[in-house]
């Protein structure tokens, strides 16, 4: 069984550009949620898709947006990227819900210059 | 609030030491869910284990063990005879029935095993 693939592995932006990156979820799962990885301020929650609805956000502001697709698979926007946005983006799959098991990719490292 | 707290930032110990990571978890939920991962250099968070609030039988799994004590707010790791392999971050998770799936993960704890 596959597990949780994220596309690119590495990125490289510069300032005021928008990004999209991508989530392949385990075959059958169809929730995929988001979390952006930094050194200051650990993982957080960014927001999480279920049968191709925005289902729970969290508190980021209106640049970082996404989508999911009638196979699941999701993909994340950061539109006008800042030097904070630098980060790694990790992407969690689960059957139904996060609470009964999260399985994570390997995550997009974005660097914004 | 739902909040994790990691104090152990960074852990060295050598091959074959027993470790014990500790997590103090905050919740009001009464029914909530406690992870463990593992984080290796190569950034994939790796699922060790996961306990709901109403199962508090402690675990073990191979070199790996977990006591889950809701007195203390607890939920600690223990690798027993830690080998190299086993350095990596490891972070401990919660997730509140009613916080809008929201996991929350605790600082982590870098987790160096000498040889």
């Known amino acids: 069984k596959a597990g949780v693939t994220q596309t690119p592995r590495y990125l490289i932006k510069t300032r005021g550009q928008q990004v999209t990156l991508s989530c392949s979820p385990i075959?059958?799962?169809?929730?995929v949620s988001w979390y952006q990885q930094t050194p200051g301020q650990g993982l957080q929650f960014l927001f999480e898709?279920?049968?191709?609805?925005?289902?729970n956000k969290g508190n980021f502001p209106g640049r970082f947006s996404g989508r999911q697709f009638s196979n699941s698979r999701s993909e994340m926007n950061v539109s006008t990227l800042e030097l904070g946005d630098s980060a790694l983006y990790l992407c969690?799959?689960?059957?139904?819900?996060?609470?009964?098991?999260?399985?994570f990719g390997q995550g997009t490292r974005l660097t914004v210059v | 609030a739902q909040k994790v707290t990691q104090a152990q930032t960074e852990i060295s110990v050598v091959e074959k030491e027993d470790v014990t990571l500790d997590c103090v978890y905050e919740?009001?939920?009464?029914?909530?869910?406690l992870f463990w991962y593992k984080q290796p250099p190569s950034g994939e968070l790796v699922f060790l284990i996961r306990?709901?609030?109403?199962?508090?039988q402690n675990e073990i799994s191979g070199r790996y063990s977990w006591n889950f004590q809701k007195s203390t707010s607890s939920f600690n790791f223990t690798i027993t005879a830690s080998q190299v392999v086993d350095s990596a971050v490891y972070f401990c998770?919660?997730?509140?029935?009613?916080?809008?799936?929201?996991?929350?993960f605790g600082a982590g704890t870098r987790l160096t095993v000498k040889p």
């Open positions: 898709y279920f049968s191709e609805t925005q289902r």
């Open positions: 075959s059958g799962h169809r929730s």
């Open positions: 306990r709901n609030s109403f199962d508090e």
């Open positions: 969690a799959s689960s059957p139904v819900t996060p609470n009964t098991e999260a399985f």
């Open positions: 919740t009001r939920d009464t029914t909530y869910y």
């Open positions: 998770a919660l997730l509140a029935a009613n916080n809008n799936n929201d996991m929350r």
